[in-house]
């Protein structure tokens, strides 16, 4: 864009100077002092010439307002210098002076372009009175023409600040038609001046905007004042940015301003038309919304966060109230997504989410509200239900969809979801009640094997505030190292004594008194506390076995339980083998055992840290062995030493069922594999003595004792 040169102003301030310049050019030195002395005057500035060519000399380098001419000069005539000066569009007013009478040369004077023509010596009054209007008129000309000049000047001025306007400039018609756009309407909009010149301004305005800038364009307001700062969608012809609402969209702060005629009696004139500026906001509008959206939703998914679902449940809430309608809240959270997270990282475990977003996504209908609360938890809003059971449909597809394997990074992954459900105003009339009933119904279905779906009963209540006080609990009983270790012998029966000593682990809850595992792995799981729990029974069960070694009882075994979830831990096979090691225990002395279910897990990682230990001398036994499915396939794949025949086989086992096929076969399967077995749960001679037939030969079970407090379990050994 060139910028605005303001006019050369020199030749002005000359110009100015020249309309008090006087030339007198005559022969007769007296004559041109008389005629000097005559015209004298305030600023006035007279030169004076001899001859013609003197004067044309001073003509062509100076302006001069008013000449008087002597006709007869000795070298060139003053007719001459006339036709010279009106030949050459010299703007100098001319008098013409002679000393002879005859009309021929007035006339010819006049003709050539002379302001007057006086005769001398003359009427010198006279000549004063000529010179004087002569030289007021050159003043008023000069002022036009200063004026003429202004005037252009700022002309041009404003039309380069029109058009150089960073906003759109328009003035629409009385009938809201384009009439004026500044250059700002083709790089904004992409429309040339011909397009919209003449068009309605509604062509360029989104539809939905119509209405809202009918007063604006076309302002009628008698009090004349600008609409100031109106938000307003224009139509773009191009698209070459990505604009906020959809392609082609600009949005403009428009401010616009009514045209009325002059009107008579201080009253407004007629309305003529509008006159308008556009700034072009759509940038800052692209920031505000990404700003907004972000903060109204979750980074990861892009679906709405936490904050987005409660207002929309809060407002469906209002609207289901009036209507006398149902509204659904789901809770729905993954099931062992932990163990993906810890185990393959959390790229893998974000890339999941994403791809359980997307499936959820195609579960919920068009105007349900998908949100992610945080971690592996999300929620759905069924605004408008129209019975329970519709919630009951959609539950059911997220069961059966999340049920399908999901591949990330190049795995299968699987993400079955318990689901929770609450119905406003059954079980709730309030965004947060419902939300917090909705989670306590997923949490049963945790509690009852997940990858289900339940809706929330009021009896629900009270077993989950137990949980919450349960929880708490817990994390004080961490603190408080309120874990205790009960020992349970495990017998050789060919040997006749005991060979190894089963660690069970006990809560001494201050109020509740000693609690069993039953009551809280579960939970400790859920919740990762696990973690500390198990070093303090590994800590506690290798200081005891240390002890018992040391007081003769050198080859006797500890078993340690170990859940699932510790196998996703990366440090687990050192924080094993650290103990082990800090009480100088053979390796081989410690047997891990993991319930079977944990083989079923495809967790790659399983294997090896199962291998890594075993590498080290530790033993691995598989606990409540026939419970799970494990195909023999997985008995030949995982490193293990021992199986641990299921308390539920042994028990079936009595005076009418001699034989059972399953205990038949797994001794068949400890034997073939090369695995040691132990019968758990034996409590009768008879028990004992069939497994022993079969050819089991450790046994554990109150038989043989109860798990015992540790200065029990030593007279026991003692004994
Ligand atoms: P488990 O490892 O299969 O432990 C055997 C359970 O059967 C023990 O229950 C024991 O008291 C019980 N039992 C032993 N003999 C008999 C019998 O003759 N008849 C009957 N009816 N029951 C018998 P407990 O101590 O309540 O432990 C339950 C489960 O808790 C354990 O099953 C184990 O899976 C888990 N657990 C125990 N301690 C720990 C621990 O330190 N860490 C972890 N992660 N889990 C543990
Ligand atoms: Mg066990
Ligand atoms: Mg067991």
Request: glycine share 6%; with cysteine.
């Amino acid at each position: 864009m060139s910028g605005f040169a303001m006019s050369n102003f020199k030749p002005m301030q000359e110009a100015e100077r020249s309309v008090d310049r006087i030339l007198i050019v005559d022969d007769e030195p007296r004559m041109r002092a008389s005629l000097a002395t005559l015209i004298e005057g305030d600023g006035r500035e007279i030169t004076q010439c001899a001859s013609g060519t003197a004067a044309l000399a001073l003509l062509e380098k100076r302006t001069i307002a008013v000449a008087l001419l002597d006709i007869n000069l000795p070298d060139i005539s003053g007719l001459d210098i006339l036709k010279w000066i009106s030949g050459n569009h010299i703007p100098t007013s001319v008098i013409m002076v002679s000393g002879d009478d005859s009309i021929d040369s007035a006339i010819q004077a006049l003709r050539y372009g002379a302001v007057e023509f006086v005769r001398k010596p003359g009427d010198m009054a006279h000549i004063k009175h000529k010179v004087d209007s002569a030289l007021h008129r050159r003043h008023l000309e000069h002022r036009h023409a200063l004026m003429m000049a202004r005037l252009e000047q700022s002309e041009r001025l404003h039309r380069f600040l029109v058009e150089n306007s960073p906003d759109l400039i328009y003035t629409l018609d009385d009938q809201g038609r384009f009439l004026f756009v500044n250059n700002r309407f083709e790089s904004m909009l992409g429309y040339s001046r011909d397009e919209v010149i003449g068009k309605h301004y509604s062509t360029v305005v989104f539809d939905d905007d119509r209405e809202l800038v009918r007063f604006i364009f076309n302002e009628r307001r008698s009090d004349n004042r600008a609409s100031a700062n109106i938000e307003v969608k224009l139509k773009a012809k191009h698209d070459g940015k990505t604009w906020a609402y959809e392609s082609r969209c600009v949005v403009a702060m428009l401010s616009a301003v009514g045209i009325y005629g002059e009107g008579s009696g201080g009253q407004t004139g007629n309305f003529m038309g509008t006159y308008g500026v556009a700034r072009d906001i759509t940038e800052r509008k692209i920031a505000e919304e990404t700003i907004s959206f972000q903060a109204l939703h979750d980074h990861l998914t892009q679906l709405p966060n936490r904050r987005l679902f409660k207002d929309r449940l809060e407002l469906s809430i209002t609207q289901a109230r009036r209507h006398a309608r149902m509204v659904g809240v789901m809770f729905v959270d993954l099931d062992r997504f932990k163990l993906v997270n810890d185990t393959y990282g959390h790229a893998e475990g974000d890339e999941l989410l994403k791809s359980v977003a997307q499936a959820l996504r195609r579960c919920v209908r068009a105007g349900d509200t998908l949100a992610r609360q945080g971690g592996d938890e999300f929620t759905i809003l069924l605004p408008d239900l129209a019975q329970a059971g519709d919630a009951a449909v959609i539950a059911d597809k997220i069961v059966e969809e999340l049920k399908q394997p999901f591949h990330v990074a190049g795995q299968d992954f699987r993400a079955t979801a318990s689901v929770g459900i609450a119905v406003f105003p059954r079980d709730g009339d309030n965004a947060d009640t419902l939300l917090k009933n909705a989670d306590i119904a997923m949490y049963k279905v945790k509690a009852a094997g997940k990858n289900a779906y339940q809706f929330f009963t009021p009896e629900m209540n009270a077993s989950y505030h137990e949980r919450i006080g349960l929880e708490n609990d817990l994390r004080l009983a961490i603190e408080r190292s309120e874990f205790k270790l009960y020992f349970q012998p495990q017998f050789s029966v060919v040997r006749k004594r005991i060979v190894g000593m089963e660690a069970l682990v006990r809560w001494q809850h201050p109020e509740h008194g000693l609690l069993d595992p039953c009551g809280f792995i579960d939970l400790a799981e859920e919740t990762g506390l696990i973690r500390a729990i198990t070093d303090s029974v590994l800590a506690q069960a290798c200081a005891q076995l240390a002890q018992w070694r040391a007081w003769g009882h050198s080859e006797l075994r500890m078993s340690v339980n170990v859940s699932p979830q510790e196998f996703d831990r990366g440090d687990l096979v050192d924080r094993i083998t650290s103990h082990v090691e800090r009480h100088r225990l053979p390796h081989n002395s410690l047997e891990i055992e993991i319930t079977e279910n944990l083989l079923l897990q495809d967790v790659s990682g399983v294997i090896d840290k199962m291998r890594m230990l075993r590498d080290r001398g530790v033993r691995i036994s598989i606990d409540d062995f026939g419970t799970g499915y494990s195909s023999l396939n997985y008995l030949r794949r995982f490193p293990i030493n021992s199986i641990k025949l299921d308390q539920s086989f042994v028990r079936d086992l009595d005076e009418n069922h001699r034989h059972s096929p399953i205990v038949n076969a797994i001794v068949g399967i400890a034997d073939g594999f090369d695995l040691k077995l132990l019968a758990e749960g034996v409590e009768t001679d008879f028990q004992r003595r069939t497994l022993q037939d079969l050819g089991c030969d450790e046994m554990q079970g109150f038989l043989f004792s109860r798990p015992l407090p540790a200065a029990e379990a030593a007279r026991l050994l003692a004994g």
